[in-house]
């Protein structure tokens, strides 16, 4: 039977649907710059601090261990979502987004198994029981009590098959939602999603902050260890390091270490970006 009633068609939902499928990955420059994910794939309960430039950070994790730089996957999927809504000026963004489990697993670039959702069960606990207390403004708002890297979330559908979560439902933080507001966030390459091991994951991060489209850009080894929050010993990250540069797969940069001063270099593929820089110097 036919409601009497006209449909409620401006009804604002209390959160966003991620349902844009061209959605290009976005991250926020906060956790770019600093080292605010674990790069230990062994659950990692040490209370860790960070200062560089009078920005402070310290994460707190729960026992479980601090949320890794995989699972930020699940961050980068929502801010993405979220940008695209603001550049398509819709009007139910929200901090509180509801995605399915397998859109994020097939974006990321994860298996769509058993064991894919697993481990991104695993994943959403250590971001939610993981705190930060930082002096780092998003939209020139400092947030000043700790925070969790998401303030919650929950299943909000399984599959009546096999019981695997099908819907999920989770809040960002507003530090993070600040960030997404004011578009304080870089576009990645897709082939992130790619890079098997978490230092390429963040020395990609670190180059796309501060090489960006520039030609070049050249960090002490030292400075760079302590830029990707790595835990292992400097001898041994320099060793890492080069065998990257060996390798030379990140996307859109290449690295080069040069053991005359200790140093790490990344340099842009695009070749547009050459010719502009060349052009440049001949026209002084």
Known sequence: MRSPLLPDRNRQLNFFICDILDANPKDDLGSMEHPMFTLSTKPDTRIRKYEHNGNTITIIPNVLGHATILD??????????????????????NRTVRFTAYDLLTVTNRQTDGDGYR???????????TRIKTNIKTRNHRITDAFGIIDSYRIVEKSPLNGQMVAIEITLSEWLYNAVLATEVLTLNRDYFRLRKPLERRLYELARKHCGNQPQWKIRLELLHKKTGS???????????????QSN??????????????????????EQVKARTAIRKLLG
């Open 119 to 129: 481990r991104l069960k695993a994943a959403l606990d250590r971001l939610a029981g």
């Open 231 to 245: 835990s292992s010993k400097l001898k041994m990250f320099r060793h890492h390091l080069k065998a990257i540069a």
């Open 249 to 270: 797969h990140l996307p859109d940069y290449t690295v080069s270490y040069c053991s005359d001063d200790d140093s790490v270099t990344f340099t842009n593929r695009d």
């Open 72 to 93: 930020k996957d699940v961050l980068i999927y929502c801010i993405s979502q979220l940008v695209e809504a603001v550049n398509r000026k819709r009007k139910d963004i």
